[in-house]
C-alpha cells in the first residue's frame, strides 16, 4: 500500500483580505459599461460573495493591471517558478536525509499552461534527487480535483517507483478579469486565492505517514460538461452553470460518490474537503450526516486562503494530519471540473 | 409552499433568540442583516437555518442582495414572495 510519506506547503504572495477587496472590486464594477440596475445587481452580487471575514494569497503584484494574453501567462509563468522554489527549498532536504531519489514527478495546474511544464522545472531544483530516468508528468485542464487525481495516480503506478513526487501549483489571480460582466466572472474573481503543495508518495511508511486506503473516483461527463469550465475573453474566465442546476448535480454526485465508498466513513471525525462552495458544502453535510465540525478544517482554511484550486485539499490535509493519531483515519472529498468527485481515506500509520 | 411576512420575520428572529440582547430583538424588523451575522459562515448558518424553518431551499445568490441592503423585515417580503412563487 502507497503511503504519503510527507506533505509541504508553499505560502507566497501578499494577503488580500475581503476588506482590502471589496472597495477595489466595486470600483472596478463602477467603470464597467452596464446598465445601471446591472451594475447595482452586480454591485451587490459581489458585496455578497466578499462578506464577512476572509483572506486570500495574491502572487501577482498589480492584478488590476493584468491585461491581454502576455501578461497574465507571464504572471504564471512567475508565481509559478517562485512557488517551485519554496517547494524545492523544503523537499530536497528531507529526500536528502532520506537518502532516496524520486522514480516519478507528476505536477498538476489546473490555472495556466507552461512548456516545459512544471514537473521538468522542480526536477530542475532537485538536481540529482530525480533521475535520468525518472518518469515526468504534467497533469492540465484537471480543475480542482488534480492533486487527488495525482495521488489516485501514483497510487497505480508500479511499485517498483519507489518514491513519487506530487506537486500542485495554482495561481488563480492571473485570471481575474475585472473587465467582465457576468455573475460568474465575479464569483472566480471573488473565490480564488494562490497557492501550492507537494506530496512525497512512498511504498515504505515513515513516521507521520499516511496510507492510502482508498481513492474512488466519480465522472460524471453525461450531464456536468458546463457545471464548471473556462470561458474566453483576452484569456480563460472563469464560467460555472446557474447556480440551481450547478448546487443540484454536485450535490448528488458527492452524495453518490460517498454512497460508494467503503462503510465506516461516516464515523471519522477527520475530514480534508476541497473548500468549493461552502453553503454547498454544509448542505451536503447535513443531508449526509456528517457533523458540521467535520468541515470546520476547510472552513478554516478557506477564511485564511480562499479556495487555492487543487492546492487546498493538501493544505488542509497537512493540517489535520499532524493533529491526527496514529491509526486514525481522515477522509478525503474533491470536486471539481469534469464534473468529477474523488472521496478517499488515508490513515496515519506511526 | 407560502409564509406570509410576519411568519417568516418571527422564524428569523428565533434564530437570534439568545445571540442578540433584547433590545435588539424588539425592533428585530428594523435590523440590518449585515449587521447581526457579520462572518460569511453566519451568513450560511442562518441560510440553512431559514429553508428548515420555512421547509424550502433557498437560492443564496437570489437573496443575496436582500441581504447586504436590506433589513429583516423587508428581507422576510422577499423571501415570502420567493416561497408564493414557487
New interface residues.
Given amino acids: 500500500m502507497r503511503t504519503i510519506n510527507a506533505i509541504y506547503t508553499a505560502e507566497l504572495g501578499e494577503e488580500w483580505t475581503n476588506e482590502r477587496v471589496l472597495p477595489q472590486y466595486e470600483a472596478c464594477v463602477d467603470r464597467l459599461p452596464l446598465p445601471e440596475a446591472d451594475r447595482v445587481?452586480l454591485r451587490?452580487?459581489v458585496?455578497?460573495q466578499l462578506?464577512?471575514?476572509?483572506a486570500r494569497r495574491v502572487m501577482v503584484p498589480d492584478w488590476a493591471k493584468l491585461g491581454a494574453f502576455e501578461s497574465r501567462a507571464a504572471a504564471f509563468e512567475a508565481g509559478a517558478e517562485q512557488f517551485l522554489d519554496a517547494l524545492a527549498a523544503q523537499v530536497a532536504p528531507a529526500a536528502e536525509e532520506a537518502g532516496i531519489t524520486f522514480d516519478a514527478v507528476i505536477s498538476t495546474t489546473a490555472t495556466g499552461n507552461l512548456m516545459p511544464g512544471l514537473s521538468y522545472r522542480l526536477a530542475h531544483r532537485l538536481g540529482g534527487l530525480v533521475r535520468r530516468d525518472s518518469m515526468m508528468i504534467d497533469l492540465a485542464n484537471v480543475g480542482c480535483t488534480g492533486s487527488i487525481k495525482a495521488v489516485n495516480l501514483a497510487r497505480t503506478l508500479d511499485p517498483a517507483m519507489e518514491n513519487i513526487l506530487i506537486a500542485a501549483v495554482e495561481l488563480p489571480t492571473t485570471l481575474i478579469d475585472v473587465g467582465g460582466t457576468t455573475?460568474d466572472v465575479w464569483q472566480g474573481n471573488c473565490t480564488f486565492g494562490d497557492g501550492a503543495a507537494a506530496l512525497w508518495i512512498g511504498v515504505e511508511p515513515r513516521e507521520g505517514g499516511l496510507a492510502i486506503e482508498d481513492i474512488r473516483y466519480r465522472q460524471r461527463v453525461d450531464t456536468g460538461l458546463d457545471l464548471i469550465r473556462w470561458a474566453y475573453r483576452d484569456y480563460y474566465t472563469f464560467a460555472l452553470a446557474d447556480?440551481?442546476t450547478f448546487d443540484e448535480n454536485v450535490r448528488e454526485i458527492v452524495t453518490q460518490t460517498l454512497s460508494e465508498a467503503e462503510s465506516g466513513w461516516k464515523d471519522e471525525p477527520r475530514w480534508a474537503i476541497h473548500p468549493a462552495g461552502?453553503?454547498l458544502l454544509?448542505?451536503i453535510a447535513?443531508k449526509l450526516g456528517i457533523p458540521t465540525e467535520a468541515i470546520q478544517p476547510s472552513?478554516s482554511h478557506y477564511?485564511r486562503y480562499s479556495n487555492m484550486s487543487s492546492a487546498s485539499v493538501v493544505h488542509i490535509l497537512k493540517d489535520l494530519a499532524e493533529a491526527t493519531p496514529p491509526g486514525a483515519a481522515i477522509n478525503l472529498v474533491t470536486m471539481g471540473a469534469g464534473f468529477n468527485v474523488l472521496y478517499g481515506r488515508v490513515r496515519r500509520v506511526t | 409552499m407560502s409564509m406570509d411576512p410576519s411568519a417568516v420575520l418571527e422564524r428569523m428572529r428565533a434564530y437570534f433568540e439568545r445571540k442578540q440582547p433584547p433590545e435588539v430583538l424588539a425592533t428585530f424588523g428594523t435590523q440590518s442583516p449585515?449587521a447581526l451575522?457579520?462572518?460569511?459562515?453566519?451568513?450560511?448558518?442562518f441560510?440553512?437555518y431559514l429553508e428548515e424553518a420555512t421547509g424550502c431551499e433557498i437560492?443564496?445568490?437570489e437573496v443575496?442582495?436582500a441581504?447586504?441592503?436590506k433589513n429583516f423585515g423587508e428581507l422576510a417580503e422577499e423571501v415570502s414572495r420567493r416561497l408564493a412563487g414557487r
Fill in positions: 445587481k451587490d452580487f458585496r455578497f462578506v464577512g471575514q476572509r455573475l447556480q440551481k461552502i453553503i454544509m448542505k447535513r472552513t477564511r | 449585515k451575522l457579520p462572518d460569511s459562515l453566519d451568513v450560511v448558518d441560510i440553512l437560492d443564496v445568490n443575496g442582495e441581504l447586504m441592503n
